[in-house]
């Protein structure tokens, strides 16, 4: 069964006895892609097994990485199924977080397989230098240890660093010890630095090696894009089963953690920018944002009021859960451009029509809803997000299924318009949500017929008690003289 | 609430593909209309509640007020989602 594995994180603190088989990795790659918040890190392990039926294949990310490390999926090269990975806390004796990836089948002795290794680190990157005025450029430094940590000995080792642009102020060159060094330590070509190989590297997961022989590099880079940060998000999802309608709403606190703006915000300069259309790299003048399609009646709004200075373009609606790249379009200008260290907090949602993310099944009586987790600002870190979910009255029998594990997740009770039990609310909480973090929250639960009726027999009563009370009325002399 | 009973992530997304798509009891289309025509009846009704005479046994006023809420409750729903309230 092609069955598509989770990632599961279930941090066991015992002390680790590897029940891990042997393996030898005889060549190990890695692709660091920096960007600005985000980095995203390919690792590629050539491994061959020394044991027979070996399926337990274990890696180790150093501490300061581990930490960093907000996604992780290994999968075999060239498949599509991610692989089933356990992660165990941080171990103080050896300085090194370890994951255990469970390989489709087990190895024979000599067998060989290559195993892939996708990560997304996060606030890894700092603007340097610290401060920038409105006209100079952004550049960034991406600090990282240098070897692959692993508890296998590996022959061959080779890292990487590609930026986004071939504009690399600078990089470290380490000291390597003879024994691991080639002739070549570290060479830049283009936009690419690549540092090794670096040969017969023994088992590395450990902190002899960490203490005596791990290296330290930075990467000074010039970045062409603002460095965007959204500080928190706090998204609303509201099922309405009489409207038909799924509104959700979406509360940001934007940051800009690039270079702190040196000096005043010059107007003058940056209408002069706009007008060439030549902005420093660390400006965010605007946002573009991609909703689904059929979705209608945007708004956007911050502390003040509405902000006007927006663009909303539709895409007609497509049936749910269909494959379809089709998106809609919200470009938001904020009310100020953001410069490097400014922050700006707004709301924009939208209604779209239920039917294009909740389906139905009349055998159970269970309705079940898609709700996506956020809507990504390109190359942006969320840090922390909280997604609730409000079904409608008298929602029953609610189970929820998350894309991958939230932080905490929480029932409540929603009062809003109409409402007399109030609806219950599901809170999911999550940190550190990357561009791989965009998945879909499936809901399900049941509402009997009964519970449709409540809001109109709430108004009903409202107004049956008004009806009573001008029976009453009627009935009583308001005259003043008796005449 | 909580861990799902049978299902697990895949099954719940290939049970939202498979499953025919929500819709309303009443046709959203229809629900301005529907707004327009119930509270009108209501606002009808509830004036000839006012001229009807105070009888001993009120069953007529009880009747007339009980239908009137009844379509008033649906109509105040029905306006509600007409201008966008999603209730």
Partial sequence: MAARWLVLLCLLSQSLVFAAHSFENTAI????????SLV????????????????????????????????????LKGQNDALVVEGHALDPKDGAYHYTVGLPKPLAVNATVNLVLDTVQTHVTYPWPEQASQKEEQSLKYESDLFVLSP???????????APSPRIISHTTPEIPDNFATDSIATKSGATVTYGPFTNIPASANADFIGQHQKHVVVHYLYEYPVVEVTTLERTAEISH????????NSLNLHNAGPKLKGQFSRLDHQSQMFYNRLAPHVLPALTLHLPPGVHSTYFYDLNGNVSTSRFRPAPSVPKASQSNQYSLLELRPRYPLMGGWNYSFTFGWDSPLADSAAYDKNTGKYIVGVPVQTHVAGSIVDEAKIKIIFPEGATDIEIFPPFAPLSQELSTHITYLDTTGRPAVTFKYENLTDKHVGTIYVTYKVPLLAHLQKPKAVAIALLSLFTFAFASRRVDYRLTKS | MDSPSAMDYPAAKLLHKSLPPFSPLVPVALLPYIAFLLLTATFGLAFYFSTLPKDKLPAREAAVALTASALGGFGVVALFCTVGVYV
């Fill in chain 1, 40 to 75: 995203h890190v390919t690792t590629t392990y050539a491994v061959k097994s020394l044991e027979a039926g070996s399926q337990k294949y274990v890696i180790a990310l150093g501490e300061k990485e581990g930490k960093s490390t907000s996604y992780l999926e290994a999968k």
């Fill in chain 1, 152 to 162: 296998y000995k590996t022959a061959t080792q080779r890292i990487k660093i590609r």
């Fill in chain 1, 242 to 249: 009489w409207g038909a309608n799924l509104n959700i709403e």
């Fill in chain 1, 29 to 36: 790659v890695r692709t660091v892609e920096l960007g600005g």
